[in-house]
C-alpha cells in the first residue's frame, strides 16, 4: 500500500489500473466535505472509528469488503454478538420469542445486535436492554435520522447501553437500497444470526445469505405452519438451519460463552453410608474409527483429523490446528483433490 502511494503517475499508469483521467480526479478531491463531517460528530459527540483502529470489530475486518469507516453513537465493546432479525410485521408470538431470547443472550453476556426496524428488531433490543445487557443496532440511515420515528426512547436507551452504528454519514437520510447494505454489518459483526419470524420473501433473508457467505452460524425459531410470518423460517430449518427453540441451543454452540451461561441448580447427591465394595471395571479407551488415508503430510493430516461431516470454517480450523489460516487452505485444497473433503459456502469444508 506504501508503494502505491509513493509511486509516480506513470508508474500508477502502467499497472493499468487506472488511468490518467483517474489520477487527476483524485488529485482534486477536496478534504473540505470530509471535515465538515468531523466537525458535526463532534458537536453530537459520535465516534468515527476507521478499519484500522483498535475498537473496529474484529469479525468485522474478515468480511469481504467492510466498512472503511463506523459512525458510532454510544460504545463498541469486546463481548461476542450475535444477530436477531425477522419481519417488521411480527406477531404476538414473535414479539414474544424475540424479547425472551434476547433477554437471555443478554443474561449471558452476549451482545444482541439488530436494526432497529420495527417489528423483531425492535422487540430484540427491548429485550436485551431488559436483560441489563448490551445491544447494537446498525442503521440504514445516518445517526441523525431515527427511523422509525417510533424509536425514539429506544434509540435513546441503545445508545446508553450499547451502541447506534451506521457506515453512512451522519446526515443521510433512510434509503431503501441502503437496508440491504447494512444488512452485511448486522451479519458481519456477530458470530451467527438468529431468524425469529419470517415470510419467504423477508428482508431479514438477505442478512441470511450474508452470514451464510462469511461462514457464520444460522440459527431460525420453529413457528405455526399456518403463519406467514413462519414460512421463511420454517424452510430455512429445512434448509439446515440450526433450530433455535431456547436461549440455550444457541449458547451451546460456542465454547468461549459456557462460563457466563445460566446453567440449571442441582442439588448434591447424599453420600451413600455403606459404598458397595464391587470392584469397577475400566471400560476400553474407545479407538478411533476414522481412518487417514495413507500419502497426507502431517498438516494434511491434523486437517483431516479435526473434520467430520459437520462443515467447519477455515478460521476455525486454524484456531485448532494452530497453523496460519494460508497452510490450512494449502492443506484443504489437497484434501478436496484428492476426493477428502468437500467445500461448502462461506469458506466451509467437510469430509465425504
Known amino acids: ?33 470530509a471535515m465538515k463531517i468531523v466537525e458535526h460528530c463532534m458537536d453530537r459527540k459520535y465516534d468515527i472509528i476507521t478499519f484500522d483502529e483498535e475498537q473496529y470489530p474484529e469479525l468485522l475486518r474478515k468480511i469481504y469488503a467492510p466498512p472503511v469507516v463506523l459512525y ?24 414474544a420469542v424475540a424479547e425472551h431470547l434476547a433477554e437471555g443472550l443478554a443474561k449471558a453476556g452476549v451482545t444482541v445486535v439488530s436494526g432497529m426496524a420495527a417489528g423483531v428488531d425492535t422487540h430484540a433490543h427491548k429485550g436485551a436492554i431488559k ?34 452504528i451506521s457506515e453512512f454519514p451522519p446526515r443521510a437520510k433512510p434509503e431503501r437500497h441502503y437496508f440491504p447494505i447494512r444488512n452485511r454489518i448486522i451479519a458481519g459483526v456477530s458470530w451467527g ?8 420473501k423477508s428482508g ?13 452460524d444460522v440459527f431460525a425459531v420453529p413457528g405455526s405452519i399456518l403463519s406467514s410470518m413462519s414460512k421463511g423460517t420454517n424452510q430455512l ?8 427453540c431456547k436461549v440455550e441451543d444457541i449458547l451451546e454452540e460456542y465454547s468461549f460463552l459456557e462460563s457466563t451461561m445460566p446453567l440449571p441448580e442441582k442439588a448434591p447427591s447424599p453420600m451413600p ?24 503430510n502431517q498438516q494434511q493430516t491434523t486437517i483431516f483429523n479435526l473434520l467430520n461431516t459437520v462443515p467447519c470454517h477455515v478460521d476455525e480450523l486454524a484456531l485448532r490446528a494452530n497453523l496460519p489460516p494460508n497452510q490450512v487452505l494449502a492443506a484443504l485444497t489437497i484434501l478436496e483433490i484428492q476426493g477428502l473433503v468437500r467445500s461448502a459456502p462461506g469458506r466451509r469444508f467437510y469430509t465425504v
Open 193 to 200: 444470526t438468529v431468524v425469529v419470524e419470517a415470510g419467504q
Open 72 to 95: 458510532v453513537n454510544g460504545r463498541l465493546g469486546k463481548s461476542p454478538c450475535i444477530s436477531m432479525v425477522g419481519t417488521r410485521h411480527i406477531t404476538p408470538y414473535g414479539t
Open 1 to 33: 500500500m506504501d508503494a502505491v502511494y509513493a509511486a509516480n503517475e506513470e508508474a500508477l499508469i502502467a499497472t493499468g489500473i487506472c488511468t490518467r483521467k483517474d489520477l487527476a480526479a483524485l488529485r482534486s478531491h477536496q478534504l473540505a466535505p
Open 131 to 164: 436483560g441489563g445487557g448490551k445491544t447494537y443496532a446498525i442503521l440504514g440511515c445516518g445517526l441523525d435520522t431515527i427511523y422509525p420515528a417510533s424509536n425514539r426512547t429506544l434509540y435513546q436507551q441503545i445508545s446508553q447501553s450499547g451502541a447506534v
Open 237 to 244: 430449518l429445512r434448509d439446515g438451519a440450526k433450530p433455535a
Open 273 to 296: 453410608t455403606n459404598p458397595p465394595q464391587t470392584p469397577v471395571e475400566t471400560p476400553p479407551a474407545v479407538k478411533n474409527v476414522k481412518k487417514v488415508p495413507q500419502g497426507l
Open 204 to 216: 431479514a433473508l438477505i442478512t441470511v445469505g450474508h452470514a451464510l457467505e462469511m461462514g457464520r
